[in-house]
């Protein structure tokens, strides 16, 4: 394709090159979100007791919520587009401690008590950071669905890397970029990929920014030499205003990279967070209390389950299984029992028996339609009701509320050599697999996602993967 002929392409499919669309509309979203969540804490105080507070008044605090966009400026959560999911949950709790915690104190200031209306704003933000980040994802998929989304992205590399970053763009689209043209002086690499044009001629990254006025480009090459990485910068990419250098390195998928200076010569650092004894305190400190004061709640519901195990087949309530844990040592997990009680003579029989059925357990170790499982049990399981026993697990510090998927021995060659880095962590209830397809995911995947996670952990990625479980759970996705 010649760069005229991209051109009719390119204005018959995008209008917008630039941001502030976007920008707008995360302003809009975060908008109404907080003025919900000023509603919401009067409202629940207003319900409490309809005689401390007039709900009505809450209007009268909406000039504060300009200042809450304000901070959202100076944490850096407008365009928000490619930031991480856990990076966002941190900004905007850090946000809104700042913000609700001077409307608190300007208010004691002025008045010299903590009265109703203040429990009202410290209600407010307890909620708020759920309401925002909800209201935002809801925007991401309007923005998304009405093509409004993405951001003109230039994309430098036509081989393997770069068509893995257009798959991925434009399989989630909510990452926030939308390839229009990927430049390679390769003609191997074909005419277009994915319906993108292709054109063979990576100089031309000023004629392009002059013309269609994008302003992203991302440079995904394989294998190119230092001194032709260089020039390519300098005479093309260096024309767009924003640039993004994928490494080559995909092994490392950490968002805790930066950047060191040994004079003159550019290191990248990475920390494995986990290997920090604060940190591993931190996880396990919110481990235990989470399991103990959400514990006490639920009792009453998981002996109500249990009892009804009992009643449903005969067996045990809960069941036991090895499982393998950190640094490779078994454990046993515990779950509620879904299976009837001769399901290993049954399993056999099957995969005996039926080709497809022992095709899909060898891909995934699991069966869409396993004839072990009780129909009680199959309820469990679609509410992932049956991990909750795993709490004791919890407890005895076998396992953690996220982390890598635990896993059977026979699983251990699927991994690799990626074994030992995910299974220097202990297993999780949930995780990044958990709230990424659960049973749908291949190996690849599941062993991509423990991956990731093992190295970007941080207390806010776990409290990210509890927020979006909940939410998976409720929906029963990818369980059985």
């Given at each position: 394709m010649?760069?005229?002929?991209?051109?009719?392409?390119?204005?018959?499919?995008?209008?917008?090159?630039?941001?502030?669309?976007?920008?707008?509309?995360?302003?809009?979203?975060?908008?109404?979100?907080?003025?919900l969540s000023f509603g919401s804490g009067f409202f629940l105080v207003n319900l409490y007791d309809f005689e401390v507070i007039n709900f009505r008044s809450f209007v009268m605090y909406w000039p504060y919520v300009p200042v809450f966009i304000i901070i959202f400026i100076l944490f850096g959560l407008y365009p928000g587009i490619s930031l991480?999911?856990?990076?966002?949950?941190?900004?905007?709790?850090?946000?809104?401690?700042?913000?609700?915690?001077?409307i608190i104190i300007s208010r004691y200031i002025e008045d010299s008590e903590l009265d109703w209306i203040t429990v009202a704003f410290v209600v407010s933000f307890c909620v708020s950071t759920l309401i925002i980040l909800q209201g935002r994802a809801i925007m991401r998929h309007l923005l998304s669905s009405m093509r409004l989304g993405g951001i003109p992205?230039?994309?430098?590399?036509?081989?393997?890397?770069?068509?893995?970053?257009?798959?991925?763009?434009?399989?989630?689209?909510?990452?926030?970029?939308?390839?229009?043209l990927i430049?390679?002086?390769?003609?191997?690499?074909?005419?277009?990929?994915?319906?993108?044009?292709?054109?063979?001629?990576?100089?031309?990254?000023?004629?392009?920014?002059?013309?269609?006025?994008?302003?992203?480009?991302?440079?995904?090459?394989?294998?190119?030499?230092?001194?032709?990485?260089?020039?390519?910068?300098?005479?093309?990419?260096?024309?767009?205003?924003?640039?993004?250098?994928?490494?080559?390195f995909f092994g490392l998928t950490t968002i805790w990279m930066s950047a060191r200076d040994f004079d003159g010569i550019l290191g990248i650092a990475t920390t494995q967070k986990l290997k920090i004894p604060l940190n591993r305190f931190a996880k396990r400190f919110m481990d235990c209390s989470v399991v103990v004061l959400g514990g006490l709640i639920i009792m009453p519901f998981l002996l109500l389950i249990a009892i009804?195990?009992?009643?449903?087949?005969?067996?045990?309530?809960?069941?036991?299984?090895?499982?393998?844990g950190i640094?490779?040592?078994?454990?046993?997990?515990?779950?509620?029992?879904?299976?009837?009680?001769?399901?290993?003579?049954?399993?056999?029989?099957?995969?005996?028996?039926?080709?497809?059925?022992?095709?899909?357990?060898?891909?995934?170790?699991?069966?869409?339609n396993d004839p072990r499982v009780t129909p009680f049990?199959?309820?469990?399981?679609?509410?992932?009701?049956?991990?909750?026993?795993q709490l004791l697990n919890v407890l005895r510090g076998e396992m953690s509320l996220v982390g890598p998927r635990p896993i059977v021995r026979d699983e251990i060659e699927k991994y690799g050599e990626d074994?030992?880095?995910?299974?220097?962590?202990?297993?999780?209830?949930?995780?990044?697999?958990?709230?990424?397809?659960?049973?749908?995911?291949?190996?690849?995947?599941?062993?991509?996602?423990?991956?990731?996670?093992?190295?970007?952990?941080?207390?806010?990625?776990?409290?990210?993967?509890?927020?979006?479980?909940?939410?998976?759970?409720?929906a029963g996705r990818g369980a059985y």
């Open positions: 010649t760069l005229n002929e991209f051109e009719t392409w390119f204005y018959f499919r995008k209008r917008r090159t630039s941001s502030r669309f976007n920008v707008f509309a995360m302003i809009i979203s975060d908008l109404i979100s907080v003025m991480a999911p856990s990076e966002e949950l941190r900004r905007v709790f850090i946000s809104g401690i700042i913000a609700y915690g001077a992205a230039v994309i430098y590399g036509g081989g393997v890397m770069g068509r893995a970053l257009v798959d991925k763009l434009i399989s989630k689209p909510l990452l926030g970029y939308a390839p229009v430049l390679d002086d390769d003609v191997n690499t074909g005419d277009e990929y994915r319906s993108i044009p292709v054109i063979h001629d990576t100089k031309l990254g000023p004629e392009i920014v002059r013309r269609f006025n994008i302003k992203m480009a991302i440079v995904a090459i394989n294998h190119i030499k230092r001194k032709d990485l260089v020039s390519l910068i300098n005479n093309s990419v260096s024309a767009f205003r924003y640039n993004i250098l994928i490494p080559d009804c195990i009992k009643l449903n087949s005969r067996g045990p309530a809960l069941y036991k299984h090895t499982r393998i640094n490779g040592k078994e454990f046993k997990t515990y779950k509620f029992r879904t299976m009837v009680q001769d399901a290993d003579k049954r399993l056999a029989e099957l995969l005996l028996n039926d080709s497809s059925a022992r095709a899909e357990w060898e891909a995934t170790q699991k069966l869409k049990g199959r309820l469990l399981r679609k509410l992932s009701i049956d991990e909750f026993p074994f030992s880095r995910i299974f220097s962590l202990k297993p999780g209830i949930t995780g990044l697999w958990q709230i990424s397809g659960r049973s749908d995911t291949g190996y690849t995947d599941r062993v991509s996602f423990d991956t990731y996670y093992s190295q970007n952990w941080s207390v806010w990625l776990d409290l990210w993967i509890l927020y979006r479980t909940a939410g998976v759970v409720l």
